[in-house]
């Protein structure tokens, strides 16, 4: 069974941080990039931040340079998104997902395994 599973989303102020994590399970991992998105309440789903398979290329959203940071464990099939200087704006249910290689994706089209998101919500 395909499994990514997102994890520690919550509620928190501005100025705040949060890590997610995503464990996968039932795919293969360590040789495909991996990415997050997000989606606001009435908005589209939009890339926030990408990592190649093996951890030393990286991809972010302008909204969040500097502020976000992605990782990945390939031992423990896990990526990580550490958000700091959190903003009301970043509010939105943020998904991972499975790149269809091991290249960088930035669109949508290029993920084809999803988790089923967790929501981060910041208030000002």
Not at 8 to 36: E, H, P, T
Not at 38 to 49: D, M, T
Request: charged share 15%; with cysteine; aromatic share 10%.
């Amino acid at each position: 069974q395909v499994q990514l599973v997102e994890s520690g989303g919550g509620l928190v102020q501005a100025g705040d941080s949060l890590r997610l994590s995503c464990a996968a399970s039932g795919l293969a991992f360590s040789i495909y990039s991996m990415g997050w998105f997000r989606q606001a309440p009435g908005k589209e789903r939009e890339i926030v931040a990408a990592i190649n398979w093996s951890g030393d290329s990286t991809h972010y959203a302008n909204s969040v340079k500097g502020r976000f940071t992605i990782s990945r464990d390939n031992a423990k099939n896990t990526v990580y998104l550490q958000m700091n200087s959190l903003k009301p704006e970043d509010t939105a249910v943020y998904y991972c997902a499975r790149a269809r290689s091991s290249v960088i994706g930035i669109t949508i089209d290029q993920y084809d395994y999803w988790g089923q998101g967790t929501q981060v919500t910041v208030s000002s």
